[in-house]
């Protein structure tokens, strides 16, 4: 995977050449890309950008790739840790250990890894810890936001007071000191807002079946993505928009109408709001399955997780991602009808594994009423 992120092929190290070194250039000036429509990340995203340059000897690329060796390394020990014992498995190591490389080059060439590393500590250290658990998922959330559902499932009773304080007092402690330290913190918004309908989402997918059927419109490089331009592109947009809020709304029922909390339910609880988001995104990135190889991971190191089956899926959606981006992206583009399948086959196994997920989760922890509440 390393040796493949050092290749010639195009758009390999690019984004972390072009964007994310000259993103360092300017937070060691003190200062948040403000005005940068590619800069869509929470402040906690400059202590990563960062952090290369805390490596002694190398060069910014290669040492980004040491930080996120680092963080591959820890999470795979983190896992090894959490599969010993009565009732676990060694199922999730094996899947971040055998899943990763799936996505070639992507999981190094890209700072997901580290934002993973952070999700997977806060799961596994959310039942002994609560504290700790919800303060790790606050450092991640303001890295990628997606940690914060490591606390979603958070069982209820004592522990769950310590995790939601431990959770919005590091949010609050570490937006403090980014604000503090940079200017422009809440710069991305702006960005984030103005973002279309990438061609690899579920909406982009639509567009991307019609172009076949005389659609007009076209793919262009904006805000850091491939995204759609033409007719209908934000009322698509404002649709993913409206689904991404119910289902939001449905994690919120289902977090009041769950009564059965078990050591499993909440990283099978963050694999179904990690998948209800990332299908009703605006955009889907490759990276993107790092987050979802590493919550499964977490859920497969348990044996009564319900969420095997949705685990399976994922592994087959990351392949299928790898068949359109990088072996065949440019294809892709253009449209290409075996390509085009290739990725609306992605998004619908992605779509049927977020049912799932969501129907498996709700089946075991509000489907009946428990005579014993763990």
Not at 107 to 114: H, Q
Not at 153 to 164: I, K, Y
Not at 207 to 217: A, I, K, Q, S
Not at 245 to 267: D, E, N, Q, Y
Request: aromatic share 12%; glycine share 8%; net charge positive.
């Amino acid at each position: 995977m390393i040796t493949t992120v050092f290749s010639r092929r195009e758009n390999v190290t690019g984004e972390v050449h072009q964007y994310f070194q000259k993103w360092a250039e300017g937070l060691l000036n003190g200062s948040f890309p403000v005005g940068d429509v590619t800069w869509q990340y929470p402040p906690g995203a400059a202590a990563v950008v960062l952090a290369p340059e805390l490596v002694p000897g190398l060069a910014y690329v290669p040492a980004f790739v040491v930080v996120v060796l680092a963080a591959d390394l820890a999470v795979t020990a983190a896992l090894l840790r959490a599969s010993d014992g009565e009732d676990r498995s060694t199922a999730g190591p094996w899947l971040w250990i055998m899943g990763l490389p799936l996505l070639t080059f992507v999981p190094y060439a890209r700072y997901d890894v580290v934002v993973a590393a952070f999700a997977v500590a806060a799961l596994l250290a959310l039942r002994r810890m609560p504290w700790l658990g919800g303060g790790l998922a606050a450092v991640g959330a303001l890295v990628k936001v997606w940690p914060a559902f490591a606390v979603f499932g958070a069982p209820r009773g004592r522990s769950l007071g310590p995790a939601v304080t431990g959770f919005v007092a590091s949010a609050v402690a570490l937006t403090g000191v980014m604000c503090f330290l940079f200017d422009g913190a809440f710069a991305f918004l702006d960005a984030q807002g103005g973002r279309g309908v990438e061609f690899e989402s579920l909406g982009g997918t639509v567009l991307l079946v019609w172009r076949f059927f005389g659609y007009p419109g076209h793919i262009e490089y904006r805000y850091g993505s491939m995204e759609f331009v033409g007719p209908h592109v934000d009322t698509i947009a404002a649709v993913l928009v409206l689904l991404s809020v119910l289902g939001f709304c449905w994690l919120l029922v289902w977090r009041l109408r769950a009564r059965v909390f078990t050591v499993s339910t909440p990283a099978d609880a963050a694999l179904a709001a990690v998948l209800v988001f990332t299908v009703t995104s605006r955009v889907i990135s490759p990276q993107y399955f790092v987050w979802l190889l590493a919550v499964g991971a977490v859920c497969l190191t348990r044996r009564a997780t319900t969420q095997k089956p949705v685990v399976y899926l994922v592994v087959l959606a990351t392949a299928l991602t790898t068949v359109e981006f990088p072996l065949f992206f440019e294809e892709a583009v253009r449209g290409d009808a075996l390509i085009t399948a290739v990725l609306v086959a992605r998004n619908l196994v992605l779509l049927v594994a977020a049912l799932l997920s969501c129907a498996r989760l709700w089946r075991a922890t509000a489907g009946r009423v428990p005579s014993v509440t763990l």
